[in-house]
């Protein structure tokens, strides 16, 4: 297949299908007022030709040496439709030994049958897992990753990387006018040479747009340029090292450049810098320390900006005694009763591995995952010894909560992992710690996501637990896709259901988003779900409140919440609304909500702590008692509706005819109350009378007259 891909792109000219190809499966094309999640289903389709499948085809045309200024061929439509069915062939041969090691565990009567256990069928995940981050992400993160060696790349590139990541983004901006250009000027059919001139790019072009010196924009234009003499002669099987994918501009012959794909130009000024200074055998120590040192303060940023500064601890050592060094944990974060344990990597998945070497596939993951989570685990037993020292590289002690109930261990590599949902669900030996929930194994473009959607410390660590709960029944190719479903929807799977596959579409939202909030780009900054469900509401305040001033039982109750869908978190807000009101004019108000097997009390009243403790306590178990559940959590309010605190009872349910009694007493009384006549409501331009010191209309008007 890939000898006859590689005589089908020798055809002259065949450039001119490259770049149809790139306009048909590259390009979103949306109205001015935003971009939806319908404009980029063509994104997702199986017939679309994704970016590795792109580089393969260009590689391949660059290793035949052939003209690129070439005219388009006679025959130009159907080259396209012949590559199209060519790719398709590729795929479904390389997905063979996918089904023959299907196939085989049927035969050893295995139950289910493992398809992905050899080093051979996970060349296909890894090929084709789609794009390892956002354009804008590998640009910026650049600049962060490449800050201390800048000195080097100024000295061998004659140019810095803010000027190489200033050239990358000149390269789109003029890339996304001059295809605009085209398409609006009636360029649509395959073989319109006004397609592949809109890939072309020069240096006098790109100067101006990336404010870059003519010289300086040159220096950039090589540094990523594959010239024509070089060709990609390595390039002789689908895995190997195609020289496109580290320099993805082409030289045309006339003094012109041809980039095709600005996701592949974005990467390679993300990765390209390492393997340059890596050829540099004196440098290799300083390159090793400046990426552990990238991995580590990017996390920390990026927590911190969800937690705090004051939370995130980096470079804890643990200590028994000195010179008796138990562990490091790379980055720890303390919220409450709760920790994250995260270890940085900076391992590579390297040719042998893409090429299915089976020891050398789980060699890369012992480097890249296995030794972070086993580091991540001992760490995280440790914090539960009290006879232990946790101390930051200054000699600051980090106070250790005395109880640390839940335990998040965090992998986190600094480069793309091609398939490491795939590979972390196969590979990772696992093991149990009292406390500590199953990992979460992302790369720096993940996380990055995580902090900008899930910017509260709760909802952050309500994700991170429900990625534990149901992670072993999720089948997805990327960290993002499930993410984004559970933006959506909440990432709540019924017990019935043994394995659920999520579809790449689900990551269109979070996209959007992305493309909204760090690229000014027209469209929804939040998917709509259940972060905008509460947004600017009274419970929204509620859990800001509690995040504010943490205990375990609070956060206990929120992650409670958060296990809700849209409809149940409507619910919640709307009977927080009432209670507060009901309370305001009548002295005190309650309600519960029941699911999951627990359930949430709220209670609103002026009385003493003592006694609101007392009356919330008997709500909450009858409820308990007669759901037979295990747990159940409360919140007392003011009047006002500001947080007073919160309760839990726990214990294991089991009949008592005295609680059964007690149970049926307090819970009929409690209906009985609620057809308490209502006094008179206030104006409509009169003072609400929750006190909130809005209007009546602009306050609880509309909530008294729902009933």
């Not at 149940?568 to 309650?590: I, K, P, Q």
């Not at 009047?639 to 726990?650: A, I, N, P, Q, S």
Request: aromatic share 8%; charged share 25%.
């Amino acid at each position: 297949m890939f000898d006859e891909i590689a005589e089908l792109t020798a055809t002259p000219g065949y450039a001119h299908v490259i770049a149809f190809l790139c306009v048909r499966d590259n390009f979103v094309w949306h109205r001015r007022d935003g971009m939806k999640a319908e404009d980029m289903q063509h994104l997702y389709s199986s017939s679309r030709l994704i970016r590795t499948e792109m580089s393969t085809l260009i590689g391949l045309m660059v290793r035949a040496a052939g003209d690129l200024a070439a005219p388009p061929p006679a025959d130009v439509d159907a080259l396209v439709t012949r590559t199209d069915a060519l790719m398709a062939e590729l795929h479904r041969s390389m997905g063979a030994p996918t089904l023959d090691g299907m196939f085989a565990a049927f035969e050893a009567g295995e139950s289910p049958p493992n398809p992905w256990n050899s080093g051979g069928a996970m060349r296909e995940p890894i090929f084709y897992g789609g794009e390892g981050a956002f354009s804008f992400q590998n640009c910026d993160f650049a600049i962060e990753k490449y800050a201390a060696d800048d000195p080097w790349l100024q000295e061998h590139r004659k140019a810095g990387i803010a000027d190489m990541v200033a050239f990358a983004k000149a390269a789109a901006d003029i890339q996304n006018r001059k295809v605009s250009g085209a398409m609006a000027a009636g360029a649509n059919t395959p073989g319109d040479p006004r397609l592949l001139e809109a890939f072309t790019l020069t240096a006098a072009e790109i100067a101006p747009v990336a404010g870059l010196g003519e010289e300086t924009a040159t220096a950039c234009i090589d540094a990523f340029t594959l010239t024509a003499g070089r060709g990609n002669p390595a390039f002789a099987t689908i895995s190997d090292f195609n020289a496109v994918n580290g320099s993805p501009v082409l030289e045309t012959g006339d003094g012109r450049h041809l980039l095709f794909h600005f996701n592949a130009l974005a990467e390679a000024v993300y990765e390209s810098p390492f393997y340059w200074m890596l050829d540099d055998r004196p440098y290799r120590p300083t390159l090793s320390d400046n990426r552990g040192d990238f991995t580590e303060a990017f996390a920390v940023d990026r927590l911190s900006q969800v937690f705090g500064p004051a939370r995130v601890h980096r470079g804890v050592n643990i200590d028994r005694a000195k010179g008796d060094r138990v562990g490091e944990i790379d980055v720890l974060v303390l919220f409450a009763d709760r920790a994250i344990v995260l270890q940085a990597k900076s391992k590579r998945l390297t040719l042998a591995s893409r090429k299915g070497n089976d020891l050398q596939l789980r060699g890369d993951f012992k480097g890249a995952v296995q030794d972070a989570y086993d580091q991540a685990m001992d760490c995280a037993a440790a914090l539960s010894d009290r006879s232990l020292r946790f101390s930051t590289a200054d000699g600051t002690v980090v106070d250790i909560p005395p109880q640390i109930t839940q335990v998040f261990p965090v992998c986190l590599v600094s480069d793309h992992y091609p398939a490491l949902a795939f590979q972390t669900d196969q590979f990772l030996v696992r093991r149990e710690e009292p406390k500590v929930v199953a990992p979460l194994v992302i790369d720096v473009f993940t996380l990055d996501v995580m902090a900008e959607m899930l910017e509260r410390p709760i909802r952050f660590l309500s994700y991170l637990e429900l990625r534990a709960i149901h992670g072993p029944k999720v089948l997805i190719h990327h960290e993002i896709t499930l993410l984004s479903y559970h933006l959506k929807y909440n990432l709540w799977l019924e017990k019935e259901h043994d394995m659920v596959v999520f579809d790449d579409d689900f990551a269109a939202d979070i996209e959007i988003a992305m493309g909204v909030r760090r690229m000014g780009l027209p469209g929804a900054r939040t998917p709509k779900g259940v972060l905008t469900v509460i947004a600017g509401s009274r419970l929204d305040r509620l859990i800001g409140a509690i995040e504010s001033n943490p205990t375990g039982t609070l956060i206990d109750t929120v992650m409670l919440a958060y296990q809700l869908a849209e409809d149940g978190m409507t619910e919640l807000r709307d009977n927080l609304d009432t209670v507060v009101a009901n309370a305001g004019w009548r002295g005190s108000s309650n309600f519960v909500l029941g699911f999951g097997g627990s359930g949430i009390a709220i209670h609103c009243n002026g009385d003493t702590d003592a006694n609101s403790l007392a009356r919330i306590e008997d709500h909450m178990l009858a409820r308990k008692y007669r759901s037979r559940a295990d747990s159940w959590y409360g919140i007392v309010l003011a009047r006002d509706g500001t947080l007073r605190f919160g309760h839990k009872v726990e214990f294991p349910w089991k009949y008592d005819s005295r609680a059964e009694r007690a149970a049926d007493k307090l819970i009929k009384r409690q209906v009985a109350t609620l057809t308490t006549p209502r006094p008179a409501l206030a104006g409509r331009n009169e003072p609400c009378h929750c006190g909130s010191g809005l209007k009546y209309k602009r306050c609880h008007l509309e909530i008294d007259q729902r009933g």
